[in-house]
């Protein structure tokens, strides 16, 4: 079975509209659609925005429904200019950028008790998503994820993430799926949309969005057509 996980309504309906034999159930904040996509087993979740809904929804997936794999999919906002409304980054890694203990001597985004900045994404996963993304016209870029509880809008704060962590996007999931699939030891893969670029302020997003989760579910749809673990 095939996990994808986005935050909103808009990053899944195209999925689960496509689905067959759609059974629905709610597991905390989080909805689950499970059915056939394209002929392949899929488990889909709106798991809510920020990290503890991400988390929560990741855990419940991998508990409930043992996908062999889980993809984070949806919008993102762009940490370099070269980015635009609708490009594709697939990450080579996600990282909280939020996680903090610098004080006591650790490195800025370190994960307590894994012990890690940079949480790798499955390199099978990530060579299939680049491919789909590629199939449909897209030139994809590679490159880290930035995630934290903070919807970034100041091109300071974008340039710091970017320099800090070699990340071309900032997101509110992705790290938080990403620790819960490395604990859970399930192979995991995340690609965004771009629905902001680097000057806008957040008033762009919101024009945006609806564009760039379309585009994400696309990819996704291809990535399922052609997937064998």
């Known amino acids: 079975m095939i996990g994808i996980i986005g935050a909103m309504d808009a990053e899944v309906q195209l999925l689960t509209e496509q689905m067959q034999d759609v059974k629905e159930e709610k597991i905390g904040f989080a909805r689950f659609y499970t059915g056939r996509l394209f002929g392949k087993e899929c488990a889909v979740g709106r798991c809510g925005v920020g990290k503890v809904h991400a988390a929560m929804c990741a855990q419940s997936m991998i508990l409930k429904y043992e996908p062999e794999v889980i993809v984070n999919i949806g919008v993102a906002g762009a940490l370099r200019d070269e980015l635009k409304i609708g490009d594709i980054v697939v990450a080579n890694a996600a990282v909280q950028h939020d996680m903090d203990t610098t004080p006591v001597g650790d490195p800025m985004g370190l994960i307590s008790g894994i012990n890690m900045v940079y949480i790798p994404t499955d390199e099978s996963v990530t060579e299939k998503l680049i491919w789909a993304a590629e199939k449909l016209g897209y030139a994809p870029l590679r490159a880290n994820a930035a995630t934290g509880d903070q919807f ?15 990340a071309a996007c900032c997101d509110m999931e ?34 945006n969005m609806q564009e760039a989760a379309r585009n994400s579910a696309r990819l996704i749809c291809e990535f399922v057509k052609d997937w064998e673990m």
């Open 152 to 166: 970034v809008a100041s091109l300071e704060k974008k340039y710091a993430l970017a320099e800090q962590f070699g």
């Open 174 to 207: 992705g790290g938080a799926i990403a620790q819960a699939c490395y604990e859970m030891q399930v192979p995991f893969g995340e690609y965004r949309g771009i629905s902001d670029e680097t000057h806008d302020t957040g008033r762009e997003y919101l024009l």
